[in-house]
């Protein structure tokens, strides 16, 4: 059975940096998109970024553009989002996700539905 766990969120100040880990078990990496969301208090849940499987296609939702960064490691079973220069509004419970389809662009990513399998999520807090 498919299983993610996310690891690294913390608490910050603003401009910090954190790196979350995606731990996937269960399924060969290799064959899976990875993405990102997160969810801040009393709003829904928002995409992030995505890596697809195959070509390792990646996209970014514009507020983390230049910021954030993901990247995958199939033999480690791992995908990383490292965030850099945190704002207050990057706080929330982020989220890994997995697919078995290519998610080759942007509107790919923000189809929640289409990812099948969720880690349980863990906070980033980021205080000004």
């Known amino acids: 059975q498919l299983q993610l766990v996310e690891s690294g969120g913390d608490s910050v100040r603003r401009g910090g940096s954190l790196r979350l880990s995606c731990s996937v078990s269960g399924a060969k990496l290799d064959y899976l998109s990875i993405g990102w969301f997160r969810q801040a208090p009393g709003k829904e849940r928002e995409v992030v970024s995505c890596?697809?499987?195959?070509?390792?296609?990646?996209v970014y939702a514009d507020p983390v553009k230049g910021r954030f960064t993901i990247s995958r490691d199939n033999a480690r079973s791992t995908v990383w989002m490292q965030m850099n220069n945190l704002k207050p509004e990057d706080t929330g419970v982020y989220y890994c996700a997995a697919q078995d389809g290519m998610v080759a662009s942007f509107l790919a990513c923000t189809k929640t539905s289409d990812f099948t399998s969720w880690g349980p999520g863990i906070q980033v807090t980021v205080s000004s």
């Open positions: 890596a697809s499987t195959l070509y390792d296609d990646k």
